[in-house]
Nanobody, 114 residues
């Protein structure tokens, strides 16, 4: 059974930083590209970023490019999202998702507010 567990969310002031983590189990993590997706209150899911299985290729939504960095540690079955220069519009529940299947975790809440 695929399990994805996100952590690291919280309340942060505008301009602050957070690092999200996603621990994966139930599949061979190193062979799958992985994604971060977010969903703000009252809105649909929004793709944030994707990383290839080996970590060599990353892509970002325009809204987060230059501020967020996706990375992974295959030896630890863990996906990360470093979020800098956070803005109120980044407030959302953040989910990690597995490509080729679309499974996702329970999400972690990120709130950017003064």
């Amino acid at each position: 059974e695929v399990q994805l567990v996100e952590s690291g969310g919280g309340l942060v002031q505008p301009g602050g930083s957070l690092r999200l983590s996603c621990t994966a189990s139930g599949f061979d993590f190193r062979f799958y590209s992985m994604n971060w997706v977010r969903q703000a209150p009252g809105k649909g899911p929004e793709w944030v970023s994707t990383i290839s299985s080996g970590g060599g290729t990353t892509t970002y939504a325009d809204a987060v490019k230059g501020r967020f960095t996706i990375s992974r540690e295959n030896a630890r079955n863990t996906l990360y999202l470093q979020m800098n220069s956070l803005r109120p519009e980044d407030t959302a529940v953040y989910y990690c998702t597995k490509s080729a299947g679309g499974e996702r975790g329970q999400g972690t809440q990120v709130t950017v507010s003064s």
